[in-house]
């Protein structure tokens, strides 16, 4: 039996409602049949994974994602030589009926499939929980991207509530948002305000407006901090300032907003 990676890390978020985390890389390991009482939703990083899930064997590999839905058998072991690495999440059901608002959690279709889109935003939200970082955001985030497991891959769709409340919300929570964006405000929150869902709060806001909550509040701070480097203010004070856990973190959502660095902007904004 293999040992365990020294890298290996499994943990919880308070910030989620003690959703559980595991970050691995297996090069002989074998999994014994089993099952989890909630979700397993995975994501291949490196190398190739094979598996028994649903009567068959699947395999893996980088960028799939990996679903196994609440008390269903499988197993697991490398399916290369090589071995594979993965960052996987618990959820339980209790996570998306919280969103939803309903008594029918989803049961997905497949359990393996390939998007690139959604893995990147899974790795990426996994990489935040485990560095700390960007947490404040991490529930729109995590919201969003269940909704668009269901929304993608399961069974049963989420509904598209017409409502004649939907304009007046909207506006209501970009308010809320833009209000709140320095200091945070919980998704949960937000939808307690407004009198919906948080899945409706999700679906609604990205359709109306062409963007999640999670984007619109990043968006929110970076130009709070543009504005405030534009009137002389260091970066590190601009990015505490706007809301950023450290400057690492919005220099990165810098970059992917504009394509160049804070430092680039402040140098041809400077007097």
């Given at each position: 039996?293999?040992?365990?990676?020294?890298?290996?890390?499994?943990?919880?978020?308070?910030?989620?409602?003690?959703?559980?985390?595991?970050?691995?890389?297996?090069?002989?390991?074998?999994?014994?049949?089993?099952?989890?009482?909630?979700?397993?939703?995975?994501?291949?990083?490196?190398?190739?994974?094979?598996?028994?899930?649903?009567?068959?064997?699947?395999?893996?590999?980088?960028?799939?994602?990996?679903?196994?839905?609440?008390?269903?058998?499988?197993?697991?072991?490398?399916?290369?030589?090589?071995?594979?690495?993965?960052?996987?999440?618990y959820p339980r059901e209790d996570h998306f009926l919280a969103l939803a608002n309903t008594t029918s959690p989803?049961?997905?279709?497949?359990?393996?499939?390939?998007?690139?889109?959604?893995?990147?935003?899974?790795?990426?939200?996994?990489?935040?929980?485990?560095?700390?970082?960007?947490?404040?955001?991490?529930?729109?985030?995590?919201?969003?991207?269940?909704?668009?497991?269901?929304?993608?891959?399961?069974?049963?769709?989420?509904?598209?509530?017409?409502?004649?409340?939907?304009?007046?919300?909207?506006?209501?929570?970009?308010?809320?948002?833009?209000?709140?964006?320095?200091?945070?405000?919980?998704?949960?929150?937000?939808?307690?305000?407004?009198?919906?869902?948080?899945?409706?709060?999700v679906r609604s806001f990205t359709r109306a407006k062409g963007i999640s909550p999670h984007a619109f509040l990043?968006?929110?701070?970076?130009?709070?901090?543009?504005?405030?480097?534009?009137?002389?203010?260091?970066?590190?004070?601009?990015?505490?300032?706007?809301?950023?856990?450290?400057?690492?973190?919005?220099?990165?959502?810098?970059?992917?907003?504009?394509?160049?660095?804070?430092?680039?902007?402040?140098?041809?904004?400077?007097?």
């Amino acid at each position: 039996m293999e040992q365990s990676h020294p890298d290996n890390r499994f943990w919880t978020d308070r910030n989620l409602s003690d959703l559980e985390f595991f970050s691995a890389k297996f090069k002989k390991h074998k999994y014994r049949r089993h099952s989890h009482f909630g979700y397993v939703i995975g994501v291949v990083v490196d190398g190739a994974e094979a598996f028994f899930c649903r009567g068959e064997i699947h395999t893996a590999g980088p960028g799939d994602i990996i679903l196994v839905n609440p008390q269903s058998q499988h197993d697991g072991e490398a399916a290369t030589e090589l071995g594979w690495a993965y960052r996987v999440i618990y959820p339980r059901e209790d996570h998306f009926l919280a969103l939803a608002n309903t008594t029918s959690p989803p049961r997905f279709v497949k359990s393996v499939v390939h998007d690139p889109e959604l893995s990147a935003r899974i790795v990426g939200l996994h990489q935040a929980a485990e560095t700390k970082s960007d947490l404040i955001d991490a529930q729109f985030a995590w919201a969003d991207i269940l909704f668009q497991l269901v929304a993608r891959h399961s069974e049963a769709k989420p509904t598209e509530c017409i409502d004649r409340q939907d304009a007046k919300r909207i506006a209501m929570i970009e308010e809320i948002l833009r209000a709140q964006a320095v200091i945070g405000v919980s998704l949960e929150a937000v939808a307690a305000q407004v009198g919906c869902s948080q899945w409706h709060l999700v679906r609604s806001f990205t359709r109306a407006k062409g963007i999640s909550p999670h984007a619109f509040l990043l968006d929110c701070r970076l130009r709070h901090a543009k504005s405030l480097i534009d009137a002389g203010e260091p970066l590190a004070m601009a990015s505490a300032a706007a809301g950023f856990v450290d400057q690492s973190h919005f220099t990165r959502h810098f970059v992917r907003a504009y394509g160049f660095t804070p430092g680039r902007y402040q140098a041809i904004r400077a007097p």
